[in-house]
């Protein structure tokens, strides 16, 4: 469904250049569930913006469903940022927020799909509230039902949970996991959670340090009904959390500090 091929990208010029991304190849089959893990600074949100045609890389290409993404973000394409606060329209009652990608469509069909949506998130009786009565975690399943109304190609999710607290992230991780079985929907997550990428993933993609270049593409072998207490539990869990983070930890160097005369890096990509 997705192909990312060689991305490269450098910000800046001459003395001033810092390489965010190294030769990245990523594919997420139809769906499947992604999760991109690395430390902060290592280029994970250039990647996303990359991946939405928010930005224009250096070098490589992307394409979804076989269709070049360039310069804007292609149609089949939602995302869910962190930040719920600022992705929601305050003065829009939340039926309104979540039919906002849905202009065009008939009232009946569009009024349907709202319902549908917010049902898929455990909220199907708040059509007629406002963002700033629910709580955040409420919130949060309001944009992820926006971002589902469209029924996409692809969710790209930028640490959709890292807002919120301990409790509500869990019950919103085994939500999107449960929109993952009943919807088959084809999702690319970016966190720095190791933790969370193992538990949510079919595959783990771990990037470097700045700049990044993907160091494993590791399949989650765990059973495929995941539970916050029994899967975070099993040994396998517990290995494979300790193996990204070994990658991360020893992989990972401060973040670029440009140099007179510094120039896009060619080493060697690892894997
Ligand atoms: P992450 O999302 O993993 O924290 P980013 O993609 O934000 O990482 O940043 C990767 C690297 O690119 C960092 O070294 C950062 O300082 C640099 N960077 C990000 N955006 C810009 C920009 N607009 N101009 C120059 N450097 C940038």
Redesign the pocket.
């Known amino acids: 469904m997705l192909e990312v091929r060689g991305l490269h990208h450098v910000?800046?010029r001459g003395k001033d250049a810092?390489t965010?991304l190294e030769r990245i190849d990523i594919t997420v089959a139809a769906h499947e569930l992604v999760c991109v893990v690395?430390?902060?600074?290592?280029?994970?949100?250039?990647?996303?913006?990359a991946v939405s045609g928010l930005l224009n890389p250096t070098a490589g290409s992307v394409t979804l469903a076989g269709r070049p993404v360039v310069g804007s973000p292609p149609p089949g394409l939602a995302m869910v940022f962190q930040d719920y606060a600022r992705s929601l329209f305050p003065w829009s009652r939340i039926g309104s927020n979540v039919a906002f990608p849905l202009a065009g469509i008939a009232r009946q069909e569009r009024r349907h799909r709202v319902e549908t949506a917010l049902q898929a998130v455990g909220l199907p009786d708040v059509t007629r509230r406002y963002p700033w009565e629910l709580s955040g975690g409420m919130q949060q399943r309001v944009a992820i039902a926006r971002a589902l109304v469209t029924n996409p190609l692809l969710l790209l999710m930028d640490e959709p949970f890292a807002s919120v607290d301990a409790h509500t992230r869990a019950d919103l991780e085994d939500l999107l996991l449960r929109i993952k079985d009943e919807h088959g929907t084809t999702t690319l997550v970016?966190t720095?959670d190791i933790d969370e990428a193992v538990y949510l993933a079919d595959r783990v993609i771990v990037?470097s340090g700045?700049?990044?270049n993907v160091l494993a593409d590791l399949t989650v072998d765990l059973p495929s009904s995941r539970d916050q207490v029994l899967t975070r539990s099993l040994p396998r869990f517990v290995s494979m959390r300790a193996q990204v983070a070994q990658l991360i930890r020893t992989r990972h160097s401060p973040?670029?500090v440009p140099s007179r005369g510094a120039s896009p890096s060619h080493e060697r990509r690892e894997t």
């Not at 600074?41 to 990647?47: E, H, N, P, R």
Request: charged fraction near 10%; aromatic fraction near 4%.
């Open positions: 910000y800046g810092v965010a690395g430390p902060s600074g290592a280029g994970k949100s250039t990647l996303l913006r970016v720095h990037l700045s700049p990044a973040p670029h």
